[in-house]
Every structure is written in C-alpha cells, then in structure tokens.
C-alpha cells in the first residue's frame, strides 16, 4: 500500500468517527440549542426557523429553559409546535427579561402573534406551572435549608413531600415556606423559653466561662434576665465575664 493510500485511509477512518460522534452529540440534551433535525418529545417543544414548522429546528422538553439563544438562532424563530401538557414562555430580551409572551399550542406562523424572528429566551414547562416553576431539585434545597435553619434538622420524609408539592405544584416561595414551618408545634416549642430552658443556657454559659456549675441563688438573676430580657447564652457569657471569679481567675 502506498504512502498516498495510507494518508487517505487514515483520513476516511477519522471523518468516519467524527461523523459517529457528532450523530451523539446531535441527540443529546446539551446539543438542544442547534439548528438541526430532532425527534419530537413526548412533553415540549420544537422551535422552526421557518412558518408552518418548516426548516431546521431544535427541540427541547418540559423543565428546560435557555437564558440566550445561541448565535445563529437568536431573533430567528418562525414557528413552534407545542407536544404533550407542555407550554411556552418567549422572550424580546435574553436572561428572560423584555416583553413577553406565551403559547400552549402550535403557533404555524410567529408573524401573526407578533413574535416573527424576535425571539431571544425561552422556558418551556409542564402546562399549568407557570414560567418561574422551580425543578424538583431546586425544592428540595429550599426545604431542607428551611429545616436546617429554622428546626436545625434535616426534614423528615413526610416534611420534605408536603413543601416539595407545595413549591412545585403550588408555586410557594422559600419565605412561605419558612412562614409555614414557624406556625409548626415544633418550632413553637423550639422557640418559646421556659424555666427549664433557661436555666440551662445558664448552665452552660458558667461552664464555659467560670468552668464550673451554677450556684443557683447566684445565676437566678441571670436567669430571670434569660426570661424576662430573652437573653441569649452569648448575653449571660459577657456579663460572666464582668463578674471578681472571672477576673481573679484570669
């Protein structure tokens, strides 16, 4: 074999896999933003350059969103056809921003609504859940740093369902659900101070600074403080650190 037809073997082989490669690349998620040819999803939608759903196009499904339409497609859609419960949410601007729009069904000519070649961002959901509709993901950080912060626990199973529907289904904010988990028993009970508990944030506060347990005719103004002013064990440790025993110990 001769160099020449070595040169040109090799040549074939390599277009050959990068042919292959870029067929995966074409039906993956990550390519949805390029013009091209796709099978249509089950719950989405398809974004034609050209009216009646004619031309390239790209698909994406329900739950996905593009901040900016990639160069070569921005201000270039003509036409969009709606699959399953999807809709979809166009915008003027990129990052969602500008004059918007929606459609919950096949639109064959973007001319007619005013949206010809306009087109900069776009969110397609499940109908009914609105353009801001948060992923499952996303909800389920927001109630676990709710619990965290609030009932410092991780949440229970049955805690985690109940928000995770209420800001998916329902549309409610990380404050709502805050709001909600401060009406709970829990945290009443958490956040309500008693005797008990304040005589406990006493008795930590003088093991940490005098190292020793409180002599309790002695902490009771503290306590009363803890109480009465809602004192904090940070409050009773600066005012410990004022009194002769700290000093001397010092």
């Given at each position: 074999?001769?160099?020449?037809?070595?040169?040109?073997?090799?040549?074939?082989?390599?277009?050959?896999?990068?042919?292959?490669?870029?067929?995966?690349?074409?039906?993956?998620?990550?390519?949805?933003?390029?013009?091209?040819s796709?099978?249509?999803?089950?719950?989405?939608?398809?974004?034609y350059?050209?009216?009646?759903?004619?031309?390239?196009?790209?698909?994406?499904?329900?739950?996905?969103e593009?901040?900016?339409?990639?160069?070569?497609?921005?201000?270039?859609?003509?036409?969009?056809?709606?699959?399953?419960?999807?809709?979809?949410?166009?915008?003027?601007?990129?990052?969602?921003?500008?004059q918007?729009?929606h459609?919950?069904?096949?639109?064959?000519?973007?001319?007619?609504?005013?949206?010809?070649?306009v087109?900069?961002?776009?969110?397609?959901?499940?109908?009914?859940?609105?353009?801001?509709?948060?992923?499952?993901?996303?909800?389920e950080?927001?109630?676990?740093?709710?619990?965290?912060?609030?009932?410092?626990?991780?949440?229970?199973?049955?805690?985690?369902r109940?928000?995770?529907?209420?800001?998916?289904?329902e549309?409610?904010?990380?404050?709502?659900?805050r709001?909600?988990?401060?009406?709970?028993?829990?945290?009443?009970?958490?956040?309500?101070?008693?005797?008990?508990k304040?005589?406990?944030?006493?008795?930590?506060?003088?093991?940490?600074?005098?190292?020793?347990?409180?002599?309790?005719?002695?902490?009771?103004?503290?306590?009363?403080?803890?109480?009465?002013?809602?004192?904090?064990?940070?409050?009773?440790?600066?005012?410990l650190?004022?009194?002769?025993?700290?000093?001397?110990?010092?």
């Amino acid at each position: 074999m001769t160099m020449r037809k070595v040169v040109l073997r090799t040549a074939l082989v390599a277009v050959s896999a990068l042919s292959g490669l870029l067929g995966l690349a074409l039906s993956s998620p990550a390519m949805a933003q390029s013009w091209g040819s796709y099978r249509s999803p089950h719950d989405g939608a398809c974004f034609y350059k050209d009216p009646n759903f004619n031309g390239d196009y790209f698909c994406a499904e329900a739950g996905e969103e593009f901040r900016e339409i990639p160069d070569g497609m921005n201000d270039k859609i003509s036409s969009i056809r709606v699959f399953g419960s999807a809709e979809v949410f166009v915008y003027r601007d990129v990052r969602f921003e500008g004059q918007s729009s929606h459609f919950e069904s096949d639109i064959r000519n973007l001319k007619n609504e005013g949206w010809d070649d306009v087109i900069s961002s776009i969110r397609v959901r499940t109908h009914g859940r609105g353009p801001n509709s948060v992923r499952p993901e996303e909800a389920e950080r927001i109630v676990r740093r709710a619990y965290e912060d609030l009932l410092d626990r991780a949440p229970d199973s049955s805690g985690m369902r109940l928000y995770r529907s209420r800001i998916i289904d329902e549309g409610w904010s990380e404050a709502q659900v805050r709001d909600s988990l401060r009406q709970s028993p829990e945290y009443r009970e958490k956040t309500t101070m008693t005797p008990a508990k304040a005589q406990d944030i006493v008795r930590r506060a003088y093991q940490n600074v005098l190292r020793r347990e409180p002599d309790y005719p002695g902490a009771r103004g503290y306590i009363d403080r803890v109480l009465r002013d809602h004192w904090s064990q940070q409050d009773v440790e600066r005012e410990l650190r004022k009194s002769p025993e700290y000093r001397n110990k010092g």
